[in-house]
T-cell receptor, first 117, second 110 residues
Framework: DVKVTQSSRYLVKRTGEKVFLECVQDMDHENMFWYRQDPGLGLRLIYFSYDVKMKEKGDIPEGYSVSREKKERFSLILESASTNQTSMYLC????????????????FGNGTRLTVT | DAKTTQPPSMDCAEGRAANLPCNHSTISGNEYVYWYRQIHSQGPQYIIHGLKNNETNEMASLIITEDRKSSTLILPHATLRDTAVYYCIVRAQGAQKLVFGQGTRLTINP
């Protein structure tokens, strides 16, 4: 079974702090993703990465950055946390190879619920 | 990616088949239909996907109409643990990301 592990289930941070959310996958997937989920807004894509050191902006990248130094690990960084970044953050991996026609599902971690006070 | 339309909520009795509909009338020839579900406080869980043929796995069956404009996810013998939000997503072949809609909140009643 595919395993996507997010380092924390719950996190409480103060406004202005730098926050790191970590995600590790064990299936050698090329693609990794960060989404946030808010009531009434559903899941929205923040950033994704299709290879080590490669990244692409999603729909709502403002206020976030990412790091992919190793294939299995994808980090989401909040440079200066703000209260409007209080949310559930979901990491995913999978989706096939951009260079091929193979179509495979994304697999999600269980999420990190971040509260910024 | 094509837009999908799902009913906001449905109920089903435990032990009965749960049939969740999805409309995707603007689907293109290279777009797959994916189904995920999300149980409260967990990440979305992949269920099944298909292109044009019906598909079955250990979790569910996916029935896609011949014109591909709609599909139905079938949970053959629903249990209380199947209570969740179910998302129908259309995704182009080779596309990296998934675009989630609001889904259907399925409640299984004892």
């Amino acid at each position: 079974d595919v395993k996507v592990t997010q380092s924390s289930r719950y996190l409480v941070k103060r406004t202005g702090e730098k926050v790191f959310l970590e995600c590790v996958q064990d299936m050698d997937h090329e693609n990794m993703f960060w989404y946030r989920q808010d009531p009434g807004l559903g899941l929205r894509l923040i950033y994704f990465s299709y290879d080590v050191k490669m990244k692409e902006k999603g729909d709502i990248p403002e206020g976030y950055s990412v790091s992919r130094e190793k294939k299995e690990r994808f980090s989401l960084i909040l440079e200066s946390a703000s209260t409007n970044q209080t949310s559930m953050y979901l990491c995913a991996s999978g989706g096939g190879d951009i260079r091929s026609s193979y179509n495979s599902p994304l697999h999600f971690g269980n999420g990190t619920r971040l509260t910024v006070t | 990616d094509a837009k999908t339309t799902q009913p906001p909520s449905m109920d089903c009795a435990e032990g009965r088949a749960a049939n969740l509909p999805c409309n995707h009338s603007t689907i293109s020839g290279n777009e797959y239909v994916y189904w995920y579900r999300q149980i409260h406080s967990q990440g979305p869980q992949y269920i099944i996907h298909g292109l044009k043929n019906n598909e079955t796995n250990e979790m569910a069956s996916l029935i896609i109409t011949e014109d591909r404009k709609s599909s139905t996810l079938i949970l053959p013998h629903a249990t209380l643990r199947d209570t969740a939000v179910y998302y129908c997503i259309v995704r182009a072949q080779g596309a990296q990301k998934l675009v989630f809609g609001q889904g259907t909140r399925l409640t299984i009643n004892p």
